[in-house]
């Protein structure tokens, strides 16, 4: 058996049973091995980036890794982005990385690089093989490095001839720990805070967000009067009727200032300490009131959901969480000209039931988290690290991952060019994804911060920069081209007809929403 056989079947062993792949020259002998091991499956990819994204919406709906098999530095490269957001993310996730053989580097070919580098930027654990007998062991200590709580990016570079070379054998998977419990004593003093007579937040992030930690955390709430959050870019939120329901922290800080105004003590249940997205002239970096105490019930890594809990047993032991009422909005009339408050009222009224969005619609998405907060329980994945491109490919990641459920991804035009190729991959791989992309030939989010920063650009050639026409882009070609079928909407009934056909044939569909900026 050979390196990369080992490696495979290892990783098979430990649980990984998916593989986005966009490989090259040096990573043959992991593709060959393929065949010989049907357990993994092996996705191909266009473009990294798009390898990279799938396999971060897979671990964040898996629970467990995907692999990523990728081309040497420049391969790494171009997947860095989204391991970015993966990291940001927390999910849980192996990147192979193919290089030159350990003979061949001291020659400088063209491809060289320093793939160590790169990925200790984004990995929580790097490691690379030198012996085709060190491979199957490496891979096991990699998916147990990335299952670690609170979960990142194991990084495992693989020579070509340590991949080829025979003496390589199956590892067993490591054992992986357990997130750190939280001392009954953090508990007991967060209960004090919380009984006092200050106003206090609870601010939720990782696993709190998941319907085990929102209960419990919505029984504090409801006990104590304490206001409930939860971070801005949350992994993954589940949301809906018949769950509590939690605001997210906005992107604006401004906003975000206002919402936490007035709060005394901030208790972080998993969640990072809040901050302004950016820098902006005269606005605070740090989103919490100057004058309030910052709480870390559960730090990442921590059992977030246990600490709740307990903590709800201490402070709330006979409340219950309160529940969100199933509602929905009213469709539309289907004459209306469309924009991103009218196409959230359809998604509300037509989303069905365990439905995954993938919510990278900027600017054309403030309205749908509105709209959809009593529909059917549902998962939400949203934008983690800022890197824009992560919508469709963690759309095809959360599809692989979720076999039986509709992933929608709500994607704005200008982020969805720069992985457009996922829908090549969604169609051949024919997963169930409806991917709604707001057209408003603009980076209108750069339109909105221009004054935000205070910078002045009314003249053409800075306009030029945040104008995304001439020539207008055409997802509708694009998508035909990919292999998916589409259709564009401009009134709520186009759109409305559309959702609905979408949502009732397998595979893959485009919609392009034709949408003015910031309605």
Known sequence: MNGAQALIRTL????????????????????????????????????????????????????????????LGPGLANGLANLHNARRARTPLLTVVGDHATYHKRYDAPLESDIDALAGSVSVWVRRSLRSEDVAADAAEGVAAAMTPPGGTATLILPADVSWTEGGSPAPARPVRAPSPVPGDVVRSVAAVLGGDEPCVIL??????????????????????????CEGSPARLERGAGLPAV???????????????????????????????????????????????????????????????????????????????????????????????IAAAVLGALMPEDAIISDEANTSGVWAPGATAGVPPHDWLTLTGGAIGQGLPVATGAAVASPGRRVIALEADGSAMYTLSSLWTQAREGLDVTSVIFNNRSYAILGMELGRVGAEASGAAAQSLLDLTRPDLDFVSLAGGLGVPAGRARTAGEFAALLRRSLAEPGPFLIEAMVPPFQ
């Open 12 to 71: 098979a062993g430990a649980g990984v049973d998916a593989c986005f792949s966009n490989p090259g020259t040096s990573e043959m002998h992991f593709v060959a091995a393929l065949d010989a091991v049907p357990q993994m499956r092996g996705v191909l990819c266009l473009f990294e980036g798009v390898a990279t994204g799938a396999a971060d919406g897979f671990g964040r709906m898996a629970g467990r890794p995907a692999a990523t098999l990728l081309h």
């Open 204 to 229: 939720l992030g990782g696993a709190a967000t998941r319907r085990p930690g929102l209960e419990a955390a919505s029984r504090v709430a409801q006990a104590t009067g304490a206001r409930l959050l």
């Open 247 to 341: 605001e997210r922290l906005p992107y604006l800080a401004e906003l975000a200032i206002e919402k936490l105004k007035g709060a005394r003590h901030v208790i972080l249940a998993g969640a990072r300490a809040p901050v302004s997205f950016f820098a902006y002239p005269g606005v605070p970096s740090s989103i919490a009131p100057a004058d309030a105490a910052l709480h870390v019930l559960a730090a990442p890594g921590d059992d977030a959901c246990e600490a709740l809990a307990s903590l709800a047993d201490v402070v709330a032991p006979d409340v219950k969480p309160l529940l969100a009422e199933p509602s929905r909005p009213e469709l539309p009339d289907g004459s209306q000209a469309l924009s991103g408050r």
